[in-house]
T-cell receptor
Framework: RKEVEQDPGPFNVPEGATVAFNCTYSNSASQSFFWYRQDCRKEPKLLMSVYSSGNEDGRFTAQLNRASQYISLLIRDSKLSDSATYLCVVYNTDKLIFGTGTRLQVFP | DVKVTQSSRYLVKRTGEKVFLECVQDMDHENMFWYRQDPGLGLRLIYFSYDVKMKEKGDIPEGYSVSREKKERFSLILESASTNQTSMYLC?????????????????FGEGSRLTVL
């Protein structure tokens, strides 16, 4: 079983839609959680950290469910520019573990 | 802005050649990392370093070595390139966390070096 698992997608959604991705992790001792964004042929960049109480940054909401060992990312009012791959990242035992990513394609 | 610069965006090498991938960061970060990224496998950690002259094996160190002689520079070396090392290589740097020297979680990546081994 992979340490961090994501649905690879693609998720194809129209502009203005709300879309959500989940990510599950296997190590219950994982300490910190993040979402990164990677545009096509570009490097990954930190999108947001995920806090225990859930957190929001504009149209983006991240949530953590420790009991079920998953994190989620919700994007409201999708824009064309949101098209990218979203990487779930988990920090445990002094290392960051990256998921393989979920691809989002927003169409007009 | 943090800048992580990788020396080559695209390289083509032959099997058995020695390959150097250079990475320089300008933010005085203690931590530096080398990953490779392959379709369906995501980013996998090859080596990392939390200080000058220090190096630690990641998840897939076989066939690779690293050098960190200066704080800003972290080099990845393929002693004898093989076709299964064809990949996108990403260097990253970060601040340490305040407690144990691990990363805070925010990695700053270079643009990547796409290596093809024939």
């Amino acid at each position: 079983r992979k340490e961090v698992e994501q649905d690879p997608g693609p998720f194809n959604v129209p502009e203005g839609a709300t879309v959500a991705f989940n990510c599950t992790y296997s190590n219950s001792a994982s300490q910190s959680f993040f979402w990164y964004r990677q545009d096509c042929r570009k490097e990954p960049k930190l999108l947001m950290s995920v806090y225990s109480s859930g957190n929001e940054d504009g149209r983006f909401t991240a949530q953590l469910n420790r009991a079920s060992q998953y994190i989620s990312l919700l994007i409201r009012d999708s824009k064309l520019s949101d098209s990218a791959t979203y990487l779930c990242v988990v920090y445990n035992t002094d290392k960051l573990i990256f998921g393989t990513g979920t691809r989002l394609q927003v169409f007009p | 802005d943090v800048k992580v610069t990788q020396s080559s965006r695209y390289l083509v090498k032959r099997t058995g050649e020695k390959v150097f991938l250079e990475c320089v960061q300008d933010m005085d970060h203690e931590n530096m990392f080398w990953y490779r990224q392959d379709p369906g496998l995501g980013l996998r950690l090859i080596y990392f370093s939390y200080d000058v002259k220090m190096k630690e094996k990641g998840d897939i160190p076989e066939g690779y070595s690293v050098s960190r002689e200066k704080k800003e520079r972290f080099s990845l070396i393929l002693e004898s390139a093989s076709t299964n090392q064809t990949s996108m290589y990403l260097c990253a740097s970060s601040f340490p966390n305040s407690l144990a020297g691990g990363t805070t979680g925010e990695l700053f990546f270079g643009e990547g070096s796409r290596l093809t081994v024939l």
